[in-house]
């Protein structure tokens, strides 16, 4: 746009012409996405996140992506007890990096809506129009009662969402000041400048699996993640998603799944490894209370409960892609054969990880079709370099 602003289905989590798009999850907090005492987690430092900010910015991925956590889920690891909270998180690694797509994870009680529509402009501006917003109701009572708030019933949380995001619509979009009162809100007078650079705002996702959050993606959001069991159900999940909006509200949605990546050279290895980190040392005391909060939120009922419980030990629920470099993207195939527009990624070591994701996964991708050859998958990046 000839102002400086930019349309956000340029932005690369939208706009980038691979055909299977990728966001790095979970760096932020402790264990990342894997409760697991096996060796290589996260442990939360800022050196950390550069780190790993840049090599899945050089390696052309997508978007990072953090989890918002404000206390642990106890256990052997206390998975997720450090963390680094998300917007200034996002606005720090938005100065160091390129190209990638930096994301902050709101619990929306926790914080005003004219509060957040200056924090999400600001990083807007300092990322080039990189940024992005993933919402999220806000689902363990004991964080949300750490704020001093009450948990409100489960619908009712996505009522009081859906209002705090037109409020936000309305403080990104409009020129003048306005008033709003509404069941939740009262603001007087509201407005922000500046505006962001992402026209009409910044890209949003939703992660809710339930109906309700769901619904709620299908009405408001850019992206939407859904929790997959088997690739066998994803292909109807990802219609039924994508139907939804359009019928319902006459608006795209791009469908996300999660994978979570152990890769080896040979397929015993990596089912080696994979035991090793989730049977031998994997948090089994943990997961009993994460599935303990997570059950009475998400719509989880299809799920075995062992089953669930491994996945959330290994990667918070994401199908495994374990094998050989040529059998993760064989896996990575089928996900995107289901209709997923990519997925989120997480290893039990993230640095390990991404190198060995860019030495020996990438290529295989690039042959695949997957993803567009180095140098032929540019994007516009921002506005304005992210170092200025």
Avoid at 91 to 101: N, Y
Avoid at 332 to 340: N, P, R, V
Avoid at 364 to 384: D, N, Q, S
Wanted: net charge negative.
């Amino acid at each position: 746009m000839s102002d400086g602003r930019m349309q956000r289905d340029e932005t690369p989590i939208l706009g980038s012409p691979n055909a299977f798009k990728l966001a790095v999850f979970g760096p932020n907090c402790s264990g990342g996405c894997s409760m697991t005492s096996g060796g290589g987690e996260i442990a939360v430092s800022w050196a950390e996140s550069k780190k790993i900010a840049v090599a899945a910015d050089e390696a052309g991925i997508e978007a990072i992506i953090p989890v918002a956590r404000w206390r642990g889920f106890g256990g052997a690891t206390d998975f997720n007890g450090r963390s680094f909270e998300t917007f200034a998180w996002a606005a720090g690694l938005a100065a160091i990096t390129e190209r990638i797509q930096v994301f902050s994870t709101w619990h929306v009680p926790t914080a005003h809506p004219v509060r957040v529509a200056k924090e999400v402009a600001t990083i807007d501006h300092i990322s080039g129009g990189r940024f992005g917003l993933n919402l999220v109701a806000g689902w363990v009572a004991k964080e949300i009662e750490m704020f001093g708030l009450t948990q409100r019933e489960h619908d009712v949380r996505y009522d009081y969402a859906a209002e705090v995001f037109e409020v936000l619509e309305r403080l990104w979009t409009e020129t003048e000041p306005f008033d709003h009162e509404g069941k939740f809100l009262r603001i007087p007078k509201g407005f922000s400048e500046p505006k962001p650079i992402q026209v009409p705002y910044p890209a949003i996702m939703s992660a809710g699996v339930s109906p309700r959050g769901r619904d709620f993606a299908a009405k408001y959001a850019d992206v939407s993640f859904i929790l997959v069991d088997n690739l066998d159900t994803a292909a109807k999940m990802v219609a039924d998603t994508q139907n939804n909006a359009r019928t319902k509200y006459g608006r795209e949605l791009s469908v996300f799944g999660m994978g979570h990546i152990v890769c080896a050279d040979t397929e015993a290895e990596a089912k080696r490894l994979y035991r090793h980190y989730v049977h031998d040392h994997g948090d089994w005391s943990g997961v009993d209370n994460l599935l303990a909060a997570l059950i009475p939120n998400q719509d989880v009922g299809r799920y075995e409960r062992q089953a669930l419980a491994e996945n959330l030990i290994a990667g918070w629920g994401a199908l495994p892609l374990v094998g050989t470099p040529e059998q993760v993207v064989a896996g990575m195939q089928e996900m995107a054969a289901s209709g997923l527009a990519g997925i989120t990624l997480s290893w039990f070591d993230y640095q390990a990880g991404l190198g060995q994701f860019r030495e020996q996964i990438l290529p295989l991708m690039e042959e695949a079709g997957l993803r567009a050859p180095a140098g032929t998958a540019a994007v516009r990046a921002g506005t304005v370099p992210a170092n200025a």
